[in-house]
């Protein structure tokens, strides 16, 4: 990251990531502490060499990130552009646009998601499946979090706790050092970042069987106003009541895995 970004950018996520203690953190169902497990990174040192931090591992917010990378290259970059395929021409790669534009470059990098068209070409066999889980993805203002969490869970790389269903309850902590709108302001000449409050990511899911996202459940999630109420929705998963404590909780989604590809998919040679 140091490497890629300019010094001012690199100055602005510094200052917009929370730099965690490197511990992982199980909680039992009650949210109380079961276990906090010491968990250093062998790569953190090279990784996050330049931080203003020593090594540790980096919580940063998504939005603000991209941001940060997108900073200088409006020009570059292109949206709304959705790749049908690619072709190797000598050193070269071509890839072509469902809008019937095309574009050239040495390396094409494939990070076009879990239905990855880049990848249903290069590695045709790996199928895209039902990885047998449902998940809720939420956020919760910081004020509630430290109302509802140990002081651990806020501090650590990341909270897990799960039930006796096995339905899972995975908590991770962005704390900005500083406002983001405020680093970009001070630090990097006036770049605007969206401004945004401390939050916990939460993420509540199970398996299919434990945890439904039929139709019925999810309308009752969505009648009661789209608030996960991280307690509730921890102990009765999709059987919630409304008990209003979190914020909008996203799309309820099904998650998807891939089956593994072949060892010759990931040679460098072009096709
Ligand atoms: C609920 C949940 C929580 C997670 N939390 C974390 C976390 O806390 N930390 C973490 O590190 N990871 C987390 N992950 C995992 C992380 O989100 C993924 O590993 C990561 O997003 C994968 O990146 P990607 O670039 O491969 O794909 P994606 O992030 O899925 O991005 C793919 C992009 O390609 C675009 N695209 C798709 N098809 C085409 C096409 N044909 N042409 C052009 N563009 C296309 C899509 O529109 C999308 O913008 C989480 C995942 C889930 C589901």
Redesign the pocket.
Known sequence: MHEVLTPELWAVFNATTQWTAPFTTILNPDLSILKRLPTPDEHDAALWNGADRGPGHANVDRATLRQILLAGLEDVVEFE???DRYESRGSQVVVHFADGTTAGGDVLVG???????VRAQRAPECETVDAGLG?I?GRLPIAKGRDLLPPEALDDIFTIAWDERKVFLQL?SVLFPTPPDRAGRMLASGLQIQRRDDYI?L?VGGRHERFPLDRETMSRWLANGCNAPLQTCWRTGPRVRSRSCGRAIRRP?S?STCTPASPACWSLRPE
């Open positions: 552009k959705r790749l990070a076009d998601g879990i239905r990855s068209a998940a993805y991770g990511v993420i989604s998650l």
